[in-house]
Each structure stands twice: as C-alpha cells, then as structure tokens.
C-alpha cells in the first residue's frame, strides 16, 4: 500500500512530557524525564518549546520520583542519579548559577556539570573518513567514566506537523543531561527513545556488497556477477557508482558529476539489467551526487522544469535548493521515482559539498538524508539509504557511508575503534571502503585483513577507486589470498540469519550489534585497553588484525582482554581461560574471534547470493556452559510484518547431573515466512563424552548422522517440517581438552626458524610437568619476545590443562 503524500514525511513524536514532569520559574524550565536525564531550557520570552527537533523525538517519558526544593533563592531537582541546583536569576544560564552533579561513586573531583562546559567523553564518531589516512579526532559522545554527558539540542530544527523544518529563535537554551554513571546500556536504552529507534535494516543489506568506482557496462557487470557465481563468492547488494549516468557532459553544464540520465551506452537497458541483478539474488543501489541540480540535458529536466517554474525554452538549469520544499518534491517524483519504478532499491547519497544551505545552520546533508528515508517508506517495504553521517539523531537513517578513505594499514587500524565508538551516539550501521578507496599499494595480506574485518563488521562492502589496477575482485591478489578471502565471504552469508538477529535487537532492545568492551565491563580498567575490541552480537567478541605480520613467525598479533570465564576460539577451537589480557598470534587464514562458553551461533548451511530465510541450518554450539539464543526471522523486507521466534538453550552439565541437554523449540509467531522444512546440523564444538548422544524428534528418539572430526562434532539431523522441536542429551559430557602438543607442533613447523630451536622449544614444553617447570625452561631460553608469547598463547590457553 502507497501512502498518502502529505502523510510520507511525518514522524512519529511524542514530543510532550508530562505535566509532572516539569518544573518552571520565569523564562526557566526544567524537566525531569528519568532520574538520569533532565531537559533544561531557557528562553528570553518564555515560550518553551514542544515540537519534536531534527534530535529529538520523544518527551512522553513516564514521570519518575523526585524531590523540588524551591525558595526564593535557589531551586533544587534530587532524583536517585542526579542532583540540579539552580541559583536564581533572570538573564540566562551560567557555570555559576546552574550545576548538576552525577550521584554514584564516579570520580572524587569530576562527576559534577557547571553550565557551558563540555565534558569529555569516550567519543562518539565523525561526519566522514574522506581522505583521512589513519585516526581522526572524534566528536564527543553519551558515555563518560566520570558519569555524566550533555546534549546541546539548542540549535536543532523544528519538525513541524506538516513534515517540514523550521527554524528555533536565536538566544534559547535547550540542553539534555544525561548523569547514567556506568550504565551505558541504559544511556543508549534512553536515548533512543528520547531520539527515536535504529530502523530494521532489510536483510539483504546483511551480505556482501560489491562496489567499484568504475565504468561498467550492463554486460560487463553482468559478466562480472557470474564469475563471482561461478567461484561461489556471494554477494546480496549490487552498486552501481556514478558512472550509471551520462558523465560527459558539455562544459557549460559543470563536470557531470550529478546526473539522473541513465548512459544508455554503458546501460542500454537499465529495466532488464535491474531485473536481471534480482533475479540474480542481487538488490541494487545507485549514487548520488545532486549538488549540481538538474541541467537542460537531463531526460527529465522539462517537466520538472514546468513544475517549478523554471525558463525551459531559456535552458535555466534547475538549482539544487533542499530547503525550498517545492523543489523537494519535485526532486523526488521527477528524479527518483521514475528509477525506482524500473527497480532501484535504494540510493547511495554521496554528498561531499559542505553543511550550508540558505537556511542559517540547516545542514544539507541532515535534509537529504531525513527526507530520502522518508519518501523510501512509500510503500510496504523497509526504508534504506546509504549516506554520510549528519549528527545526532542520524541513527534513524541507517546506513552510514564513511567516505573515501586511503588503502593503507593505518586507515584500517582505525576503522575498528571507529566502528564500535560510534555506538556511543547511537551509530551502529557505519559502512567502510573495505580495502580503502585511493592510494597505497597493491597488498594481499592487507587486503586479507580488511576483508576479514569487514565480515565481522556491521556492513561488508568491498570499494575502490576508478582505475584499472585498483579492484577488489579477489582473484587480483593471487591464489592464497582468493582463497582466504573467498571463504571468509562465504562466511558472511552464512552468518546472516545470527546478523539478522541481532539486526532486529539492535530495532527493539537498543542494543548494537558492535558494541565496545566497557560496555559490559564499565568498572574493568582493561575493558578500556582494548580500543579495537568488540562485542560482533551478543554471542562472539571480536579482536580485528589491523598489523602487518611478523615474517619469522608468519603469524600477526594483537592484543585481546578476555573477559572471565571460558572462551572458544571461533575457528579451532582452541579454549582460553578468561580473565586476562594477552597477546594472540594468528595466520593469514584466520582471526581472532571469540565465542563464549555456552554461546549458540545459527548460521545458514549454503552461501549463497539469496540471503533468505534459510532451509538448511547450521547451528554452532560451544561447550562449557548455559546457554541460549532466540532466533527471529521474518519476511526480511517488509514494515510491520510479524516475526517468527526459534528458541535454543544448552543446559551444561551440573554436579548433581550427568546430562547435557541441546534444545531446538518449535518456532513461534509467523511461520507462514519460514520455509516448509528446515534440516538443523548441529556443529558442537570442543564436545568430548562418553556415550553416543540420544536425539529427539518431536519426543521421539530418532537416528542422526555424527561425525567427529578435529575438535567440531557434527550432528545431521533429519529434515522436518517447520513446527519440529528437538533434543539432544549428552550423557557425560566434558569440555575436550585443547590440543597442546599438536598445535606447538604446527606452529613451530611453520614458523621460519632454526630448526635446532624448534627442537628445544618443542621438547621443553613435552617434557614439562608442572606449568612451573615449563615457564623456567622457555624462560632459559632467551627466546624473542614475539616467539615466547606465540608459544605462550598455546601453552596457557587453558592453564588450567598444563598441570
């Protein structure tokens, strides 16, 4: 169902707080919207304001306790978090009438805000990566060690009723203190109703993307797309660069950069090729540059024209004005529909012109972005877009574009830590270049890296620059490398039906699916140490390589801080004990990614360009510990569509308890979205018991194909329909062992050492019986640094299994 145009650019606000919740003296308000966060306003004449803003959305908090003491000289706001005192005078806000001090055992000298100042915090993120090689400074955040942060909404937009903007008087204070402590979990909770909910992306948007800064043709994509096919390397979104539209242009119309004309040389059927990219499993997006607006060359500069009053038979060109909402209407029915008519998905703003309209302190980039997502909810499917970030608030127009960043390994040092900070605001769908944009030189291993990063991202898009030498297709790397990076693709496709979980979390719970160690760990120093770290989910951590390797070794290294308890090693296996930070070392063909014990990973069993709901399942199980996951599915595409829910749960065994017991509910909710049947192979890691697992199937004991191989398990079990519950008992069940002396072995064998080294390395720990023993000996071998921490890591994975 279309909607109604008027209606299409409205938002859902509730922008007025209740009664209760407010306190005012004079041209002073203040209102109390939890405990932890109070809105603080002044305004010259007194008139408060009550519309939604371009930040905020909702006010309609439910009114919390709070105590008012009000005299003739000071006014004082005590909730459970917060403490405002207000020394009473007419002329405005000032550090030394208005502080607010952050209760909670924060900081002996720093959890108490004066007015003006701007604390600092652990950042938020940034407009762009555009032309950055390596860190850039960030913009402040929501979360601080000290307790408290501030958001300035005083020179924010109106959103009026009819779904436009409008400017607020100059002079007015209207200021958000948020005094969460450590709860940073409950800060974004918080701020996400007071600024609106992350969108559901579609689930499409969860594959790989391909993106190239070049000028294909219509065939030559298409023969592209099949020879990824054809090396079954998957991809779910397929862009289009500027290059989709005529270029070469007459001077007198500027540089060709902004069109809307189709290149019927390059794309001499844009319907049938948009076509033929669905019907390949692929959705497509086009860029974007509009600043130039519309020259008489363009297909629909006429009636647009007419539309807008413009001298046609003069060739005005048609300026581009995004506060003028005459010409915002007509950018969209004249420009984008028609597109979107034929088959484009969504579109790619690739706005680079600066934060200026004609409007003081309107940003262009904040108007396009707002009113694109908009007019996407048009119809019955999702909204997308893909553009630069415009500040606070942009969260609700997902999906970021970073920019045109350098191909070098500082630019991709910094994407990790840039990635997961920007859930301090709230940011959680940033999109990289991944391999870098421009510059640099060819390298696989840093190619490999990136691309492993980017799997384990929030979106996968491989990008570069114009040029015939700069592509990203995986076979340009050589052998190793396609190899490498063809598999970790597969990967993500694979791991859609998790991402598409947390996807829907991130939508209800406020919870981003990258998210930093601290917040989890807010009183843990080392959860701060580790800036490159993340939560991927709810179930993995994630510790990025963003360094060259050491050559000698062969391996790469970085620095992880476990958090306590068992953790499994996502690829082999391996189980370290929590609780400590060290150094891991890890080959070209694989990364650091960490399950914890217990955690249940669904995944899809084929990888494949369609990223549906899948009828072949692959559930990954780790050892050790309770667990449970529930994983929702639904239509992928649709606004309001009901999900299905599947429940899992490891239940470990206890000591009063010789079973182990893995359990597959029936799904619940929609299942008319779910396939007929599903068939469930269950990967059980680092599983070591006694007696061969018993399996049943709606109750009723059936046989299953297990096979064990290295340290992964796998149980088949037989195709069903839909509405089939599971359970699996493990009868004297343990975690298994990690593998020692086989996994030095290897290392050693492939690291370019001597070889008599190797032999004393290798007979040292063999011969150790005491974790004692074998730290002395290694120690009395004056080894480098680098060499005892790799053997190191393997030796004390598991402490615990030395003795």
Known sequence: MVKNRKDIFKMDAHPVAPEESVVTWKNYR??????????????????????????????????????????DEMLEILTEKAHLIFHKEEGGFTKYNLRIEALGNYSLYHSTWYFGETPETLKGTARTLDFQDGAIELEEGLMNKNGYSII?????MILTNDGWVEERPDGIVDTYFFGYGRDYLRTLKDYHYLAGKTPKLPRYALGNWWSRYYPYSQDGYKQLINKFKEKDIPFSVAVIDMDWHITDVP???????????????????????????????????????????VQPYEEMYKPMAKELGVNFENNEPINFDIADPDFLDAYFRFLHHPHEEIGVDFWW???QQGSITKVAG???????????????????????????????GSHRYPIGFSGDTAATWDSLNFQPYFTSTASNVGYSW?????????????????????????????INRLHSQNGEFSGKEPWRYGSKAESVVSEFMRLRHKLVPYLYTMNVLNHTDDLPMIRPMYYHYPWTDDAYDVPNQYYFGTQLIVAPITTKRIESLRLSKVKVWLPEGMWHDFFNGRVYEGNRMIDVYRPLSTMPVFAKAGAIIPMDSIAQNEVNNPELMDIRVFSGDNGSFSLYEDDGLGVGVEEATT?????????????????INKPEGNLDILPETRQFTLSLVSFDWKERPEVYVNDERVEADIERKGRITTITLPKQPIDTSYTIYFKNVSMKRNDMHGELFRFLDRAELADSLKEKIYTTVV???????VISALLALDLDLDLMDAVSEIVWANPNEVD
Do not use: C
């Open 30 to 71: 203040f209102t109390v919207l939890t405990p932890a966060l109070i809105r603080i306003e002044y305004d010259p004449n007194g008139e408060f304001e009550d519309m939604a803003t371009q930040t905020v959305l909702n006010r309609d908090f439910e009114t919390p306790e709070f105590d008012v003491k009000d005299t």
């Open 152 to 156: 300035d909404d005083s020179k924010s």
């Open 251 to 293: 001077p007198e119309y500027g540089s060709g950069w902004t069109g809307y004309t189709w290149n019927n040389d390059l794309f001499p059927d844009p319907e049938e090729f948009l076509s033929w990219l669905k019907e390949n499993g692929l959705r497509n997006t086009l860029n974007l540059h509009p600043a130039n607006g």
């Open 349 to 351: 703003i690739d706005w």
């Open 362 to 392: 309107l940003d262009p980039l904040w108007m396009l972005n707002h009113y694109h997502f908009m007019d996407h909810t048009r119809g019955d499917n999702r909204p997308l877009i893909f553009s630069r970030y415009a500040g606070l």
């Open 430 to 458: 940033w999109s990289h270049d991944i391999g870098g944009h421009m510059g640099g030189e060819k390298d696989s291993e840093l190619f490999i890296r990136w691309v492993q990063y980017g799997v384990f991202s929030p």
């Open 647 to 663: 429940k899992m749960n490891l239940k470990w065994t206890e000591e009063d308890s010789e079973w182990a017991v893995f359990q």
């Open 767 to 773: 011969k150790g019986k005491t974790s004692a023993r």
